[in-house]
C-alpha cells in the first residue's frame, strides 16, 4: 500500500480537521442540552460514529494523498458542529422532526438486529434482481448487436420501455406476483436490464471492423464471434456501468420496498414514518447512504482489478 507524504499545505489541514474533531468531542460530552428538549440520549454512539470518521480520514488521507479528502472532512464536522450547537442552545427545539446528533446514531444501539436483518433482506433482493439483469442483459444485447434483424425488433422496444421509471410498475407487478419478495426482484430487473442491453448493443457497434474482418478470415462463426471477440472486447464497458446501474437498483429496491414489502431498509424507513419516529426514518436514510456508497467503492476498486489494461 503506497503511503504519501503531506504537503505543509495538507498539514494544516490534517491540524483543522483535527481541531473540528476535538472540538465535537468536546460539544458532546461538555455542552448542556437546551432546557425545552424532552428527549436527552446517550453519546456513546455518536461519539463512537466520529472516531471511526476521524480514523477512516487519517488513513485515507495518508494513502491517497488526496487534498479533496481533507476538505471533506472539514465540512462533515463542521456540519456536525452546527447541528450539535443549534439542537443544545435551542435554536432547533422540534425532538419529532430533528433529532439530536446523539438520538439519531443511538438508533443503531437501540435496533441493531432489525437494522442488520433489513440490510441483508434488500442486499438479497438486490443480489438476484442485479444478477439476472446484467447476465440476460449482456447476452441479449451481444446478440442484437452482432444480429442487424434482432437489433431491429428489440431496440425500439427498450427505447420506449426505458423511458418508463422501473418504480411505475412496483403497483402492478405487486398484483401479479405471488410475493412481495418476486415483485421488488422484478422491479431491480427492470432497472437494470434495458439499460445494460442498449449499452451493450451500443458498445457491439462501436468494435473495429479490422478485428471482425480478422475474425471473419479465420473462419470464426456467429457463436464464436460472440464469445470470443464481441464478448472480450465489451467485458471493461459491462464493468464499468455495473456502479451506475447499482445506485439505481437500489433507489428502485428502497422505493419498491417502501410499497407493500415487509423486510428491507425501504421498508424500516416507511414503517417508522408511520409511527412519526422520525429519528429511525433519518438512521434508514443513513443506513442507505453507508451502503450505497461502501458498494460504489467495492465495484470501483474491483473494477480497477479487474480492468487494469485500461487505467
Request: charged share 15%; proline share 4%.
Amino acid at each position: 500500500m503506497k503511503k504519501y507524504i503531506l504537503e505543509p499545505k495538507m498539514y494544516i489541514a490534517f491540524g483543522i480537521v483535527t481541531l473540528l474533531f476535538v472540538i465535537n468531542i468536546v460539544l458532546t460530552l461538555t455542552f448542556p442540552y437546551f432546557t425545552a428538549h424532552k428527549a436527552y440520549y446517550d453519546s456513546a454512539a455518536y461519539i463512537t460514529v466520529l472516531i471511526i470518521a476521524y480514523v477512516v480520514y487519517a488513513i485515507s488521507v495518508h494513502v491517497t494523498g488526496k487534498k479533496s479528502t481533507s476538505d471533506i472532512a472539514i465540512v462533515m464536522y463542521a456540519f456536525f458542529i452546527l447541528w450539535e450547537c443549534s439542537y443544545k442552545t435551542g435554536i432547533v427545539h422540534n425532538d419529532l422532526l430533528i433529532p439530536s446528533p446523539e438520538g439519531l446514531f443511538h438508533v443503531f444501539v437501540e435496533k441493531p438486529a432489525e437494522i442488520g436483518a433489513d440490510v441483508l433482506g434488500s442486499l438479497a433482493l438486490l443480489f438476484w434482481g442485479f444478477l439476472l439483469a446484467i447476465i440476460l442483459g449482456t447476452l441479449l444485447g451481444l446478440l442484437a448487436g452482432w444480429i442487424p434483424r434482432v437489433r431491429e425488433v428489440l431496440l425500439p422496444i427498450s427505447n420506449v420501455i426505458t423511458l418508463i421509471p422501473p418504480l411505475m410498475f412496483s403497483a402492478y407487478f405487486i398484483m401479479i406476483f405471488s410475493t412481495f419478495r418476486q415483485a421488488a426482484i422484478t422491479v431491480i430487473f427492470f432497472a437494470v436490464f434495458w439499460p445494460t442491453f442498449q449499452g451493450t448493443v451500443a458498445r457491439v457497434g462501436q468494435i473495429d471492423k479490422a478485428i471482425i474482418e480478422a475474425a471473419k478470415t479465420m473462419g470464426v462463426g456467429t457463436g464464436g464471434m460472440v464469445i470470443k471477440v464481441i464478448f472480450p472486447y465489451c467485458l471493461p464497458g459491462i464493468i464499468k456501468s455495473i456502479s451506475k446501474s447499482l445506485r439505481g437498483a437500489f433507489m428502485c429496491l428502497s422505493g419498491a420496498e417502501m410499497l407493500g414489502m415487509n423486510l428491507g431498509i425501504g421498508y424500516f424507513v416507511e414503517k417508522y414514518k408511520s409511527f412519526a419516529d422520525y429519528r429511525c426514518v433519518l438512521a434508514g436514510i443513513v443506513t442507505v447512504g453507508v451502503i450505497t456508497t461502501l458498494i460504489d467503492l467495492i465495484v470501483n476498486k474491483v473494477e480497477k482489478t479487474v480492468i487494469k489494461w485500461e487505467a
